[in-house]
């Protein structure tokens, strides 16, 4: 069970915007900023977005973050077959004094 | 730009330990936290815990807090995680991972990680 809530699943067509959410509580979302990551099949995640709303440098901009209170968003416009991956939000909780991570949701590209 | 290079997979048996490392090069590593994430096999990313090596001490989450221990040998630029006592349950590709050089805890540069398999 994570302590931020991310959808298993998620789909769309090429060319299409995707929006994948994530839960958290006041101890993690509301207090702390949120990083996004992407994970293809069989390698290391890769950072997205960072500090709720940045893409670091060679980060298209396809992909945008936002952030409300205890949920945060990542967006993918215009979805490519290579955007098809695992994602993963987390953030710093205050709680348990550590990272924590979303169970990811799994985007698939029809 | 940093890189970093992790060892080898590791084959184990429970109650044993396991030490993997993690060999940063191409820059240096100032006040960064080097943080250890792990994946089980299908499963989705657990934060373990991170080091900042000029600080020297570790910090934990709370599940690994006494069975884990990360360190930092300066002189070589090289993270270690070590986690006793094993189970199938730490049956795991573990990842090293820098933070602090764009904000507090994104990780931002990540090793190729290294698989443990805990069997007996």
């Known amino acids: 069970q994570s302590v931020l809530t991310q959808p298993p699943s998620a789909s769309g067509t090429p060319g299409q915007v995707v929006t994948l959410s994530c839960t958290g509580s006041d101890s993690n979302i509301r207090s702390n900023t949120v990083n996004w990551y992407q994970q293809l099949p069989g390698t290391a995640p890769r950072l997205l977005i960072y500090s709720d709303i940045r893409r670091p440098s060679g980060v298209p901009d396809r992909f945008s973050g936002s952030k409300s209170g205890t949920s945060a968003s990542l967006a993918i416009s215009g979805i490519q077959s290579e955007d098809e991956a695992e994602y993963y939000c987390a953030a710093w909780d205050d709680s348990v004094r550590g990272q924590v991570f979303g169970g990811g949701t799994r985007l698939t590209v029809l | 730009q940093l890189h970093l290079v992790q060892s080898g997979a590791e084959e184990k048996r429970p109650g044993s330990s396991v030490r993997v490392s993690c060999q940063a090069s191409?820059?240096?590593?100032?006040?960064?936290?080097f943080n250890w994430v792990r994946q089980a096999p299908g499963q989705g990313l657990e934060w373990m815990g991170r080091?900042?090596?000029?600080?020297?001490?570790?910090n934990y989450a709370q599940k690994f807090q006494g069975r884990a221990t990360i360190t930092a040998d300066k002189s070589t630029d090289t993270i270690f995680l070590e986690v006793s006592n094993l189970t199938s349950d730490d049956t795991a590709n573990y990842f090293c991972?820098?933070?602090?050089?764009?904000?507090?805890?994104?990780?931002?540069?990540w090793g190729q990680g290294t698989t443990v398999i805990v069997s007996s």
């Open positions: 991972a820098r933070g602090g050089a764009l904000s507090g805890v994104a990780l931002d540069v």
């Open positions: 080091i900042i090596p000029i600080g020297g001490r570790g």
């Open positions: 191409g820059d240096t590593f100032r006040s960064y936290s």
